[in-house]
């Protein structure tokens, strides 16, 4: 059984910084695209950054503060982000998609469970 957890979410202060891991296990991966999306509240799910052996990408708001990196070997995703305000808090969740060529891979085959990350004003 698949299975995505996601680490490394919590309360920091506006202007600091957080880095988000995740995890995928239960089988061997093959062309894995890995992404971040989150949920306010009140609003709906939206994407954050993707990232797969070929690329990266970026939603508009998180664009320059933003840095993910898709480590193929290990199945780990981790998205470092900086500058943050309150407009970042959400919960976090890493979606993960098999056998996929695009960096965006819409739609995603697996979901974790999600990391709240708040800040503070």
């Known amino acids: 059984q698949v299975e995505l957890v996601e680490s490394g979410g919590g309360l920091v202060q506006t202007g600091g910084s957080l880095r988000l891991s995740c995890a995928a296990s239960?089988?061997?991966?093959?062309?894995?695209?890995m992404a971040w999306f989150r949920q306010a509240p009140g609003k709906e799910r939206e994407f954050v950054a993707a990232?797969?052996?070929?690329?990266?990408a970026y939603a508009g708001s998180v664009q320059g503060r933003a840095t993910i990196s898709c480590d193929s070997a290990k199945n780990v995703v981790s998205l470092q982000m900086n500058n943050l305000s309150p407009e970042d808090t959400a919960l976090y969740y890493c979606a993960a998609k098999e056998h996929a060529n695009a960096v965006i891979a819409l739609p995603y085959d697996y979901w974790g469970q999600g990391t709240q990350v708040t800040v503070s004003s």
């Open positions: 239960g089988h061997s991966f093959s062309k894995l695209s």
């Open positions: 990232c797969n052996g070929g690329g990266t």
